[in-house]
């Protein structure tokens, strides 16, 4: 069988201070650095640039910070800027799946209802809780990503999706264990 290598482009999107860079960090690096300037991936302020750093996307991530309902409020919008804006090549919307993010802190102000009845409602292929900071659910959520962005690469039928949350029963890794459990 041949191996192949892929090139997707994935956004990840989402108010400021929920976790973005350091999403991106955790993954690329396994580093986690808590202390973070201010990005051009995804901020509001940034809003009027997004269908150029839409442009040719794979796959979308968006993300909220648990402890922040403000932050989950303005999914809503996000989503609907990234609807509006790129579609896949057949016209169908970008695999996109919500993370809440920073589940190990509390009080938690977005309740798992709340979550579930969003992410199904907007079109999400699913959503997961994750922490940044405690590696949790990381490689599980790209690759659940990955996963979706392969089958409409390979022009397969996609399964439907319900958009509920996605259950991954790993604890969180080591900071220098790679891969999946």
């Excluded at 192949?4 to 973005?20: A, E, P, T």
């Excluded at 959520?141 to 392969?150: C, G, P, Q, T």
Aim: charged content about 25%; overall charge neutral; some cysteine.
């Amino acid at each position: 069988m041949e191996s192949r290598d892929y090139l997707f482009k994935v956004l990840v999107i989402g108010n400021g201070h929920v976790g973005k860079t350091s999403l991106v960090d955790r993954y690329v690096n396994d580093k986690f650095n808590k202390h973070y300037k201010i990005t051009v991936g995804g901020q509001e302020r940034f809003t009027s640039m997004t269908r150029i750093y839409y442009k040719e996307a794979s796959g979308c991530i968006i993300m909220f910070d648990v402890t922040d309902s403000s932050s989950f409020r303005s999914c809503s919008s996000w989503k609907e800027d990234l609807d509006s804006k790129v579609t896949l090549a057949g016209g169908s919307p970008l695999p996109c799946i919500l993370l809440a993010n920073k589940c190990d802190l509390s009080p938690w102000e977005v309740s798992h209802a709340s979550i579930e009845q969003f992410s199904k409602a907007n079109g999400f292929i699913g959503w997961m809780e994750t922490s940044v900071k405690d590696n949790k659910n990381i490689n599980e959520a790209i690759s659940f990503l990955v996963e979706k962005m392969m089958v409409n690469r390979q022009d397969v039928p996609r399964p439907e999706q319900d958009g509920g949350r996605i259950q991954v029963d790993c604890p969180a890794k080591e900071a220098n264990q790679k891969g999946c459990c």
